[in-house]
């Protein structure tokens, strides 16, 4: 659709369907983002809450690996694409529209923003009680796009790992979100910790503390923090998402993540 003012209306009648948008960032990459948004979203869904999955990683996108989905093929009815249900959540990610493999996106920001409202204006989502979005790392023209379009957006959930180096890139997140008048609902700090299989002592590969020093200095909320075990990589590879098939200190965790947003959110 050429007429962008158009799409807009299309995203603004499709938001009257979708009571709540999350949107899951980080200021640096590599720390687990879209295995959290992922999981958060299965969770969510485990919960009885009717569930979205928006990817607008554009450039990197591995929602659909993560989730198996690549064997779900994207249907159409009328004008409108319709998502596959994997795992009880609906999911759009760019890499459904890609038929060659694994092949660059090579946009620019109008191109970006225009395919991102499409993603809302010209799928069949249906009644959902949570649209979850996975923004690329950073601050760039994906997570703003979504702050300026979505009117449902009821705040962002950071996700940062223990490392001094992770704690500079959120603060810049932080301070972005702040700056476009979004409320943070809290930090996530994902591979917090490792148990020792053998000893069953914690050990902090990437550091202590992280997540709860953000937390403190800026005054939010500290949600989760989620362990480093080497099973999570080996299932959210396999498209065997932790939140239905991890062990249980690692289901768990996401389940009172999911359950905290929900209080926070619907309270």
């Not at 983002?33 to 569930?51: E, I, P």
Request: with cysteine; hydrophobic share 40%; charged share 25%.
């Amino acid at each position: 659709m050429s007429n962008i003012q158009e799409v807009k209306e299309k995203v603004n009648k499709k938001l009257e369907d979708i009571e709540n948008v999350i949107l899951v960032m980080s200021g640096k990459g590599g720390v687990g983002k879209t295995t959290v948004a992922v999981n958060l979203a299965v969770s969510l869904a485990l919960l009885g809450k009717k569930v979205g999955l928006l990817d607008v990683d554009l450039h990197g996108p591995d929602v659909v690996r993560m989730l198996g989905g690549e064997e779900y093929p994207l249907t159409q009815v009328g004008d409108e694409i319709v998502p596959p249900e994997v795992h009880g959540i609906r999911v759009i990610s760019i890499s459904q529209f890609l038929n060659e493999g694994n092949v660059a996106v090579i946009w620019r920001g109008p191109l970006k923003t225009g395919a991102i409202l499409q993603f809302i204006g010209d799928v069949a989502w249906g009644n959902l009680d949570y649209l979850v979005v996975d923004a690329p790392p950073g601050t760039g023209d994906e997570p703003l796009t979504v702050i300026q379009n979505i009117s449902k957006l009821r705040g962002a959930l950071l996700v940062t790992s223990p490392s001094v180096v992770s704690q500079d890139d959120v603060e810049r997140a932080i301070d972005f979100v702040k700056k476009m008048n979004v409320d943070i609902l809290g930090i996530v700090e994902n591979m917090s910790y490792f148990i020792c299989p053998n000893c069953k002592s914690k050990h902090f590969i990437f550091g202590e503390g992280g997540g709860k020093s953000l937390s403190e200095r800026f005054n939010l909320d500290l949600l989760a923090q989620i362990p480093l075990d080497s099973s999570i990589r080996e299932n959210m590879d396999k498209g065997r998402p932790v939140a239905y098939f991890g062990l249980p200190e690692i289901s768990d965790a996401y389940m009172n993540l999911a359950q905290k947003l929900i209080e926070k959110i619907e309270q």
